[in-house]
């Protein structure tokens, strides 16, 4: 693998955009969601809501995430052995 060197943050940020996807890129970015959401599934309730605004149901949604958020990281804190590397001797 080759190794690249950057004068700023930017351009090295600027390095991981892809201008060009195809077939292949979307594919395995779905693989990566899917995979992301089988980890740490984000649960919303059932049912229908009504919102009078876009705004409302934003902050709706960021309510729901901000509590499976809350919740991964309480499991993480309570399991911190599942975390960790192994130490090999």
């Not at 190794?3 to 970015?29: C, G, Q």
């Not at 969601?33 to 934003?58: Q, T």
């Not at 902050?59 to 804190?77: D, I, M, T, V």
Request: glycine share 2%.
């Amino acid at each position: 693998m080759p190794i690249y060197k950057y004068r700023t943050f930017e351009e090295a940020e600027k390095a991981l955009w892809n201008f060009h996807p195809d077939e292949v890129y979307f594919t395995k970015v779905a693989e990566l969601w899917n995979y992301a959401n089988k980890l740490s599934p984000i649960i919303y309730p059932k049912g229908i809501f009504k919102f009078k605004n876009i705004k409302e149901a934003n902050k709706q949604r960021e309510k729901f995430e901000l509590k499976n958020a809350k919740k991964c990281s309480n499991f993480r804190e309570r399991n911190p052995q599942l975390f960790t590397q192994a130490q090999t001797d």
